[in-house]
């Protein structure tokens, strides 16, 4: 059965500050998803890594992923204030029908 | 404007009454997913669907039922057999031949009276 777990499942830090988020999982797989979601709100898509060694940055946001680690990070580089949220990995089951997602990670970033 | 639809944005339920949530989408997507987000956890998939008149249980499909009889159309149906449905709905849809990448509908918050 795939689990997937996050850590920290919470974070406080300070604007400026560089942090990584880690997302591990269970079961072998190739594909997995980086999410956010704002308090009250839906998810948004923020990264889809497809291979082993696959990278994808887009402004302070960093994604990466080691397949034969089962692990992926998200790297915050300079957090502002706006990137509070809380940030959900998901893992494609083998054979990809569906999701499994990780518990979450709440960011907060302090002034 | 492609995207997905959910209505309502709020529903109250008296106990032992059954709802039906609305997910529509205009992605073209073959495939479709009804979520469960309970307050400060992560999402649980109830149902999803691959084709049209065709879908499968996930891991918490006690109490609830959908239909595929349209592309676009995927309703989930929250039985009185589901005893604590106050939660936040969320249904998404995606392209399985290209990335897989899933799109989410804006939500249904459901509270149970």
């Known amino acids: 059965e795939l689990k997937v777990e996050q850590n920290p499942l919470f974070l406080s830090m300070q604007e400026g500050k560089n942090y990584t988020i880690y997302c591990n999982y269970s079961t072998t797989s190739d594909r997995l998803y980086w999410y956010r979601q704002d308090p009250g709100k839906s998810l948004e898509s923020l990264f889809v890594l497809l291979s082993n060694g696959a990278v994808k940055q887009e402004g302070r946001l960093m994604a990466s992923l080691d397949t034969k680690a089962r692990l992926s990070t998200l790297h915050i580089t300079a957090a502002v204030h706006d990137l509070s949220a809380t940030y959900f990995c998901?893992?494609?089951?083998?054979?990809?029908?569906?999701?499994?997602f990780g518990p979450g990670t709440r960011l907060s970033v302090l002034p | 404007d492609g995207g997905i639809t959910q209505s309502p944005k709020y529903l109250f339920r008296k106990e032992g009454q059954n709802v039906t949530l609305s997910c529509e989408q205009n992605?073209?997507?073959?495939?479709m997913y009804w979520y469960r987000q309970d307050p400060g956890q992560g999402l649980r998939l109830i149902y999803y669907?691959?084709?049209?008149?065709?879908?499968q249980k996930g891991d918490i499909a006690e109490g609830y039922s959908v239909s595929r009889e349209k592309k676009e159309s995927f309703p989930l149906t929250v039985t009185s057999a589901q005893k604590n449905p106050t939660a936040f709905y969320l249904c998404?849809?995606?392209?399985?031949?290209?990335?897989?990448?899933?799109?989410f509908g804006p939500g249904t918050r459901l509270t149970v009276l």
């Open positions: 998901a893992v494609d089951r083998l054979g990809g029908q569906n999701f499994v």
């Open positions: 669907s691959q084709i049209v008149n065709d879908f």
């Open positions: 998404a849809s995606s392209m399985r031949e290209f990335n897989n990448e899933q799109f």
């Open positions: 992605l073209n997507h073959d495939a």
